[in-house]
């Protein structure tokens, strides 16, 4: 998905949000990434559970009860391996009156370092031309889960603004 930025007559316009160039008092990025150790905490414990619930069925069940039981371990080592595949994000931070905020969310960081790049400049340079900049990778939707020792469960964004948990 991809997003626009705008910056003109000192305000920088991150999809609906407005932040005016003066309030904002440090410009920065955060790195999201998976923590591997829990997914394959979480991929042991399924598995050992589905071991002793799937081996039992499977014992009652026969032959059926066997292609279900392989088909319940395939699909936990398929979520185990598209877990760990899932690429880093990288945030555009911004600081405002004291509250901090990820206003944009990016899989690529070249795109992020630019938009940081261009934010510092219009603040040094307050008469300069107006500026849209195109996050081609903005993250929007359900794509940030779990992250880092600090998860907050499942992320929902939108592209701009700040993350939300539920």
């Known amino acids: 998905m991809a997003a626009q930025v705008t910056i003109n007559e000192g305000v920088l316009w991150v999809g609906g949000e407005a ?11 955060r790195r999201l990434t998976v923590d591997q150790g829990a997914v394959w905490k979480k991929f042991i414990l399924r598995t050992i559970g589905w ?19 392989l088909a319940v371990e395939a699909l936990l080592i398929w979520k185990l391996v598209s877990a ?4 880093p994000v990288y945030g555009l931070v911004l600081n405002t009156s004291g509250t901090q905020r990820e206003a ?19 603040i040094g340079n307050p008469g300069v031309a107006q500026t849209i900049i195109n996050v081609e990778h903005a993250v929007q939707g359900d794509l940030v889960q779990q992250y880092g020792a600090g998860s907050i469960g499942k992320a929902r964004h939108s592209g701009s603004g700040s993350i939300g948990g539920s």
């Open 104 to 122: 944009i969310w990016s899989t690529r960081q070249e795109e992020i370092q630019r938009l940081i790049y261009e934010i510092t400049n219009a």
């Open 51 to 69: 071991l002793i619930l799937g081996g039992i069925f499977a014992a009652v069940a026969g032959t059926v009860g066997t292609i279900v039981f």
């Open 84 to 87: 760990l595949q899932k690429p």
């Open 19 to 29: 932040y005016p160039l003066r309030n904002i008092s440090h410009v920065g990025q």
